[in-house]
């Protein structure tokens, strides 16, 4: 099987077409998780030997939606100042997330058992660092300590992404849907209900600028 050209190898056209390619199938497994790459294809306005010369497989595809999504949660993480309090770089967190966590959203709820292995893997940075935040918060006191720190960072993850599966389902209606996740993050962290709140708005409102 002849392996697909890797993003540092490819010119500007070529990059633009895997880009392309990409962002049509987030949109088209959004709209039918079981879109084949025919339909892909179709739907990217291209002949399917182009899209295979890019993705010879689906799992390749999806491999290739995951780099991208990666790619963003990492930009994400940069933009984040870790030397804050815990409780408010959880805020930020979450805020970070919420922009970018459709991808992973959708690459987590394919029928493909290994890609959402594949896309569980790709939270590992961002589920060390919550577990580093957690930490330190339990020391300081301002989080509860009833959990381990591991245990309450995969709480934490897994809330942000069931909240945007509601969100997409419409099974979850709110006028600023990442303040209210951050909210909840901190709130399932042990931070009371009014600091909570305070910090989530900061938050929210430090993104909106």
Excluded at 177 to 196: E, F, H, K, Q, Y
Aim: charged share 25%; aromatic share 4%.
């Amino acid at each position: 099987m002849t392996t697909p050209p890797t993003t540092a190898t490819l010119g500007p056209r070529a990059l633009a077409n895997r880009r392309r390619i990409v962002a049509v199938a987030g949109e088209e497994l959004r709209r039918n998780p079981s879109a084949s790459m025919e339909d892909i294809a179709a739907a990217a306005g291209m002949v399917r030997r182009t899209l295979y010369g890019h993705f010879p497989t689906r799992e390749a595809l999806i491999d290739g939606m995951l780099d991208e999504a990666f790619e963003e949660v990492g930009r994400a993480l940069d933009g984040i100042d870790t030397a804050q309090p815990p409780a408010v770089v959880v805020a930020d967190l979450a805020i970070a997330l919420w922009a970018v966590g459709d991808e992973f959203c959708l690459l987590l709820r394919l029928d493909e058992t290994e890609s959402r292995v594949r896309a569980a893997d790709r939270l590992a940075p961002v589920r060390a660092l919550v577990v580093t935040l957690v930490e330190d918060g339990q020391a300081d006191g301002i989080f509860a300590d009833h959990l381990p720190p591991v245990a309450v960072a995969r709480v934490l993850t897994a809330l942000v992404l069931e909240l945007l599966n509601m969100r997409n389902d419409g099974e979850w209606d709110s006028a600023d849907p990442a303040r209210d996740a951050a909210r909840a993050c901190l709130i399932a962290a042990g931070v009371d209900r009014p600091g909570s709140a305070a910090i989530a708005r900061a938050a929210a409102a430090k993104a909106a600028r």
